[in-house]
């Protein structure tokens, strides 16, 4: 019966991949501290370019081919998207299921989010 | 000390098993890694649509009518001007509009001119002017698509009854701005009324309030501001104020990251699976080893620490692996080739800085995760091993 024992391979191996495993644990460490420090430039250019254009872009999609409420909720307002106008139906559009992000709740619950009645909102 | 000594054995148990560590360590970065990167990917957005929601406007009016949003006629803007409260307001044209034989989607937005921005950190070359017709900023990924540069001419891409021109790309967003800048087309409001040929309108209208007075100005806008034809026709104004948004996109980013983690709960549980027909479950060396560390009087819960030591090293190696390719791979390569596939739009090639953002937290917990996967899937068989008589373990 061939048993390889620790012997046979050697102590430097074993401090070797030890030494490997805490670098790399360490440069792991070392790039989320790095992320999680405020990245000034960017900040300062998302700042501006909100600014420009008073607010742009709320989802993960980079233009309103497929679905305008994964591009920006406030751009869609309260009208759904023609999948759902088809189906009748909440939540029927295809880029909302597929989509891992947060996407705005669909078409019933925004006659909640601005029509309140105007004596509600004078008190 | 004892115990030091047992657990250092997990070490060498690694390296008796080299393949078997590799294989491992592979499960843990094979789950460990997607995960990361729409964790990190989700985070960076979610960073940008708060700034995006700090930085807009108080509330965006727009015109109702059948109880849907429609645009809004031009004087509306002095309607709401008029109303107390009201610091400015600013008339906004967004809309769809594809170029090229390809067929590329871009979304112009067409602001109208008031204050001076400075645009200095955003923007390469200008921005439009104020009587500056067809003077484009054109954003990052659409001028990499189009082999657009600050200077370059473009060929009229529109209709309109009164003619068309040719545009200038007088400025490029940079590609730090924020995701939505990629496929954007900014020009001055009256240059994107003439790109959709339609005039006296606007898709909204924003507003900005005094401290204070935003509910009021809301409800008053709401009250006072529509239209009524000769014909009977009735529009009305829709307002969405920033607060609204902001609680929506709160709750929403809890809903949807729920579902996130739970697909990836699910993804780990499969992973157990993988990690336990890696570990040496019907590996007879692996049985043998163990049978003779009890025949030399090693005690069960001391070849369990040596196997938890062992899971310990490898997933600490599989993790720190992960977030290091998930890191260099996003920010290094700027996602190249998976950025398009979490966010619609983008190329292979993303022509935008990836917004991404790994947060400790998260990262701690599902290394943590991945712990208990490894240990999950090669414990059991170690257990088994170690409770049967050395005899049988050694055959």
Same mark, same amino acid.
């Given at each position: 019966?061939?048993?390889?024992?620790?012997?046979? &391979?050697?102590?430097?191996?074993?401090? /070797?991949? %030890? =030494?490997?495993?805490?670098?790399?644990? *360490?440069?792991? $460490?070392?790039?989320?501290?790095?992320?999680?420090?405020?990245?000034?430039?960017?900040?300062?250019?998302?700042?501006?370019?909100?600014?420009?254009?008073?607010?742009?872009?709320?989802?993960?999609?980079?233009?309103?081919? &497929?679905?305008?409420?994964?591009?920006? /909720?406030? %751009? =869609?307002?309260?009208?759904?998207?023609? *999948?759902?106008? $088809?189906?009748?139906?909440?939540?029927?559009?295809?880029?909302?299921?597929?989509?891992?992000?947060?996407?705005?709740?669909?078409?019933?619950?925004?006659?909640?989010?601005?029509?309140?009645?105007?004596?509600?909102?004078?008190? | 000390?004892?115990?030091?000594?047992?657990?250092?054995?997990?070490?060498?148990?690694?390296?008796?098993?080299?393949?078997?560590?590799?294989?491992?360590?592979?499960?843990?970065?094979?789950?460990?890694?997607?995960?990361?990167?729409?964790?990190?990917?989700?985070?960076?957005?979610?960073?940008?649509?708060?700034?995006?929601?700090?930085?807009?406007?108080?509330?965006?009016?727009?015109?109702?009518?059948?109880?849907?949003?429609?645009?809004?006629?031009?004087?509306?803007?002095?309607?709401?001007?008029?109303?107390?409260?009201?610091?400015?307001?600013?008339?906004?044209?967004?809309?769809?509009?594809?170029?090229?034989?390809?067929?590329?989607?871009?979304?112009?937005?067409?602001?109208?001119?008031?204050?001076?921005?400075?645009?200095?950190?955003?923007?390469?070359?200008?921005?439009?002017?104020?009587?500056?017709?067809?003077?484009?900023?054109?954003?990052?990924?659409?001028?990499?698509?189009?082999?657009?540069?600050?200077?370059?001419?473009?060929?009229?891409?529109?209709?309109?009854?009164?003619?068309?021109?040719?545009?200038?790309?007088?400025?490029?967003?940079?590609?730090?701005?924020?995701?939505?800048?990629?496929?954007?087309?900014?020009?001055?409001?009256?240059?994107?009324?003439?790109?959709?040929?339609?005039?006296?309108?606007?898709?909204?209208?924003?507003?900005?309030?005094?401290?204070?007075?935003?509910?009021?100005?809301?409800?008053?806008?709401?009250?006072?501001?529509?239209?009524?034809?000769?014909?009977?026709?009735?529009?009305?104004?829709?307002?969405?104020?920033?607060?609204?948004?902001?609680?929506?996109?709160?709750?929403?980013?809890?809903?949807?990251?729920?579902?996130?983690?739970?697909?990836?709960?699910?993804?780990?549980?499969?992973?157990?699976?993988?990690?336990?027909?890696?570990?040496?479950?019907?590996?007879?060396?692996?049985?043998?080893?163990?049978?003779?560390?009890?025949?030399?009087?090693?005690?069960?819960?001391?070849?369990?620490?040596?196997?938890?030591?062992?899971?310990?090293?490898?997933?600490?190696?599989?993790?720190?692996?992960?977030?290091?390719?998930?890191?260099?791979?996003?920010?290094?390569?700027?996602?190249?080739?998976?950025?398009?596939?979490?966010?619609?739009?983008?190329?292979?090639?993303?022509?935008?800085?990836?917004?991404?953002?790994?947060?400790?937290?998260?990262?701690?917990?599902?290394?943590?995760?991945?712990?208990?996967?490894?240990?999950?899937?090669?414990?059991?068989?170690?257990?088994?091993?170690?409770?049967?008589?050395?005899?049988?373990?050694?055959?």
């Amino acid at each position: 019966m061939n048993v390889r024992t620790p012997s046979n &391979r050697g102590l430097p191996m074993e401090s /070797a991949f %030890l =030494a490997m495993v805490v670098v790399a644990s *360490l440069a792991a $460490a070392l790039v989320l501290a790095l992320d999680s420090i405020g990245d000034e430039a960017r900040q300062r250019s998302s700042r501006q370019f909100q600014s420009l254009l008073g607010g742009l872009g709320m989802g993960s999609h980079a233009d309103l081919s &497929r679905c305008p409420w994964l591009f920006d /909720a406030r %751009l =869609a307002g309260d009208q759904p998207p023609a *999948l759902e106008d $088809a189906s009748n139906e909440p939540d029927g559009c295809p880029w909302h299921a597929m989509s891992i992000f947060p996407a705005p709740e669909s078409y019933p619950s925004y006659p909640d989010l601005g029509e309140r009645a105007p004596d509600a909102v004078d008190q | 000390m004892v115990w030091l000594e047992i657990g250092r054995t997990g070490l060498t148990a690694l390296l008796l098993h080299p393949w078997r560590s590799v294989a491992t360590t592979a499960c843990v970065v094979a789950v460990l890694a997607p995960y990361l990167t729409g964790l990190g990917i989700s985070g960076g957005l979610s960073r940008q649509a708060e700034e995006s929601l700090r930085f807009g406007a108080d509330l965006y009016v727009t015109g109702r009518q059948f109880g849907r949003g429609v645009p809004l006629p031009l004087d509306a803007v002095e309607k709401i001007a008029a109303i107390a409260g009201v610091a400015e307001v600013v008339p906004r044209i967004v809309g769809p509009i594809v170029l090229g034989r390809e067929r590329h989607s871009a979304v112009v937005v067409g602001v109208a001119p008031g204050k001076m921005w400075d645009v200095s950190d955003c923007i390469e070359g200008r921005l439009f002017r104020d009587g500056g017709a067809n003077e484009l900023v054109v954003g990052s990924a659409l001028a990499a698509r189009l082999k657009l540069k600050v200077g370059s001419r473009l060929p009229p891409f529109y209709r309109n009854r009164r003619g068309e021109r040719v545009s200038e790309v007088v400025g490029i967003f940079t590609p730090d701005a924020p995701l939505w800048q990629a496929n954007l087309i900014c020009a001055s409001f009256d240059t994107a009324a003439t790109l959709f040929d339609q005039q006296g309108l606007a898709t909204e209208v924003l507003v900005y309030c005094r401290v204070g007075e935003r509910e009021h100005v809301a409800g008053s806008i709401r009250r006072q501001v529509e239209w009524t034809d000769d014909g009977g026709r009735r529009l009305g104004a829709r307002v969405n104020s920033r607060d609204d948004f902001e609680s929506l996109w709160a709750s929403a980013a809890m809903h949807r990251d729920g579902v996130f983690h739970l697909h990836c709960v699910l993804a780990c549980s499969v992973a157990v699976l993988a990690v336990f027909v890696t570990s040496g479950f019907g590996s007879s060396e692996r049985r043998r080893e163990v049978g003779i560390l009890k025949a030399i009087g090693w005690q069960t819960d001391e070849i369990l620490l040596r196997g938890t030591v062992e899971s310990l090293l490898l997933t600490l190696a599989g993790a720190s692996l992960s977030v290091l390719l998930v890191w260099g791979w996003l920010r290094a390569f700027n996602g190249y080739g998976i950025a398009s596939l979490f966010l619609p739009g983008l190329d292979a090639r993303p022509g935008v800085d990836v917004p991404f953002r790994l947060v400790p937290v998260p990262v701690l917990l599902s290394a943590m995760l991945s712990w208990v996967v490894v240990t999950s899937g090669s414990l059991y068989a170690t257990w088994r091993t170690a409770t049967t008589a050395p005899v049988e373990a050694m055959r």
